[in-house]
């Protein structure tokens, strides 16, 4: 009788909740696997090293929460509070909430999608091919009345020192990407963290699966080695290694990591190589855009200030994408606006999702 009044205690709208998560992160997982195409093997240290990095970073992650949260009891009662006393509450509470589902769920929906992900646009989306780049950059040059969208970021932000510090800014977008998702685990609002779970997972599948395999890319960087080549990006790509060269030789680091990066993208793509974590090629849409205003999306639920930062963060990401030649301008709008779709339609499905069951609930307690 106790197990069965304890399970009927449990809020049944945030257990709906962490299973929708996991189980749409567990149907791309099978799709993926289920296609033949994945070696098991290999999927499963991707999987492994995702599992233990993000377990790390949950963990760090709560070490921070528990001294944000002992800062501000402080700051309200004036004095330092218990933290084996505000643990021993954390944990109390969400085991009789949730059975601790809430807080491990984010985590390890992040993990099998990142893996799945990787293994699908590895081993999969290059049978798709890469015939849609004339087109897409044709839009690009239309949106921008005649010009290529790179030739007026690179007027705007022209020389080595400014290309070095975007693509600075650029790469440590992995950051905000992977902390965003494990911030999730400690939020209070059970219905933004549902939302922002499922958006997370269904950008990646939707966005970056699905998508991806319909308007097949490689992007600007990569024109010349499979859409035959164009003056245009040609000159693009000249541009950015001539300010790597002059950044090198100033002693400005290793360069521009764009340049390294999409090159060693390029040699494992032309390879045979296992399964690695960040590999494969595709433009359009683009993932790095979709996240960036996921970020923003979520952070304007959290606090004003937070959320408009985020945007001028996707805005410049949208700007560096372009620049650096990852993508064509029209990749991270078409990308901005699935994500609004997405964000709205998993904000409808928190609301289904987290709705009070009480008849459930009254069931389970007469049923002993």
């Known amino acids: 009788m106790g197990t069965a009044i304890g399970a009927a205690k449990a809020d049944i709208g945030e257990l709906r909740a962490a299973g929708a998560m996991l189980g749409v992160s567990v149907l791309y997982m099978a799709a993926v696997l289920g296609s033949g195409l994945v070696p098991a093997d290999q999927f499963a240290r991707l999987f492994s090293v995702y599992t233990k990095s993000l377990g790390a970073l949950t963990l760090v992650a709560g070490g921070i929460a528990l001294f944000v949260e002992c800062a501000r009891r402080a700051r309200r009662e004036g004095a330092a509070p218990s933290p084996f006393g505000i643990v021993r509450e954390f944990v109390r509470l969400r085991w009789h909430r949730d059975r601790f589902l809430s807080l491990a769920a984010p985590p390890i929906v992040c993990a099998m999608i990142l893996a799945t992900f990787n293994a699908f646009k590895q081993a999969i989306l290059p049978r798709a091919g890469f015939h849609l780049d004339a087109l897409f950059a044709a839009w690009d040059k239309a949106l921008f009345l005649g010009t290529d969208p790179w030739v007026v970021t690179h007027k705007i932000l022209s020389g080595p020192a400014a290309t070095l510090a975007i693509d600075s800014f650029y790469h440590g977008w992995f950051v905000p990407m992977t902390l965003g998702i494990i911030v999730c685990a400690y939020l209070r609002d059970s219905h933004l963290r549902t939302q922002y779970v499922l958006s997370y997972a269904l950008s990646w599948i939707l966005i970056g699966s699905v998508l991806a395999w319909l308007l097949p890319a490689a992007g600007p960087c990569f024109y010349d080695d499979f859409a035959g080549g164009a003056p245009t990006f040609t000159a693009l790509m000249d541009t950015l290694a001539g300010y790597d060269r002059a950044l090198v030789a100033e002693g400005g680091g290793g360069g521009i990591a764009a340049l390294r990066n999409q090159q060693a993208l390029l040699n494992h793509f032309n390879g045979s190589g296992p399964l690695v974590l960040g590999g ?33 963060y ?28 997405i964000w709205y339609a998993c904000g409808r499905a928190a609301e289904a999702l987290l709705a009070s069951d009480r008849s459930r609930e009254a069931t389970l307690v007469l049923a002993e």
């Open 280 to 312: 494969g090629i595709s433009a359009m849409p683009s993932m790095h855009n979709a996240l960036a205003v996921l970020f923003a999306l979520g952070g304007m639920r959290i606090n004003r200030m937070l959320g408009w930062a985020m945007w001028i």
């Open 314 to 341: 996707a805005i410049l990401i949208w700007v560096g994408s372009v620049h650096l030649g990852w993508h064509y301008a029209i990749d991270g709008i078409a990308a901005a606006a699935l994500t609004v779709l």
